[in-house]
T-cell receptor, first 115, second 109 residues
Framework: GAGVSQSPRYKVAKRGQDVALRCDPISGHVSLFWYQQALGQGPEFLTY????????KSGLPSDRFFAERPEGSVSTLKIQRTQQEDSAVYLC?????????????FGSGTQLSVL | DQQVKQNSPSLSVQEGRISILNCDYT??????FLWYKKYPAEGPTFLIS?????DKNEDGRFTVFLNKSAKHLSLHIVPSQPGDSAVYFCAASSAKLVFGQGTRLTINP
């Protein structure tokens, strides 16, 4: 596709449930990022991949959060045993180059609500 | 520790006038600064950027100014149009992008 695609668009989970969020980056983009955006806040960095290598996961809030990009294309963000504080919009972004500081192209996000 | 701050949560400007959005940062290692625009239910979209070696970058109605000594940047939109109504995020990078909290800009007809 032409842009970054994320699915599902909305996800409602019961507390304690596991969820998986998918990101399809722009074809050929080397770098892929996950951000978490709480209501009324700016996006906060979670993790970064260069191809299939996860180079930075310093933003993951706990060991319940896990991300993978096994073939250097599609990425999945998994949250185990969801808690109410996990409710947020999860944004995926990709970029053509190998660094993390340049222009990113964002998907529309997955809005996660944990009840 | 908020490394990038946008102290104005909202701004209202009359159509045709200038909109000025401000951003402050604390990390002197940041070498690249960007502004993103976000409409409801969409992801942020890139608007304009500036390298730390410059103090001004212009693209049509949008100009970004960087004052490194003050660790301050601003986005000027002139003339403002109703379609400019959105949330604007300032972002700064060294190895990864760090975002501010956003400013909601409303352009009144």
């Amino acid at each position: 596709g032409a842009g970054v695609s994320q699915s599902p668009r909305y996800k409602v989970a019961k507390r304690g449930q596991d969820v998986a969020l998918r990101c399809d980056p722009i074809s050929g983009h080397v770098s892929l990022f996950w951000y978490q955006q709480a209501l009324g806040q700016g996006p906060e960095f979670l993790t970064y991949f260069q191809n299939e290598a996860q180079l930075d996961k310093s933003g993951l809030p706990s060991d319940r959060f896990f991300a993978e990009r096994p073939e250097g294309s599609v990425s999945t963000l998994k949250i185990q045993r969801t808690q109410q504080e996990d409710s947020a919009v999860y944004l995926c972004a990709s970029s053509l180059r190998r660094t993390g500081g340049e222009k990113l192209f964002f998907g529309s996000g997955t809005q996660l609500s944990v009840l | 520790d908020q490394q990038v701050k946008q102290n104005s949560p909202s701004l209202s400007v009359q159509e045709g006038r200038i909109s000025i959005l401000n951003c402050d940062y604390t990390n002197s290692m940041f070498d690249y600064f960007l502004w993103y625009k976000k409409y409801p239910a969409e992801g942020p979209t890139f608007l304009i950027s500036i390298s730390s070696i410059k103090d001004k970058n212009e693209d049509g109605r949008f100009t970004v100014f960087l004052n490194k000594s003050a660790k301050h940047l601003s986005l000027h939109i002139v003339p403002s149009q109703p379609g400019d109504s959105a949330v604007y995020f300032c972002a700064a990078s060294s190895a990864k992008l760090v975002f501010g909290q956003g400013t909601r800009l409303t352009i009144n007809p």
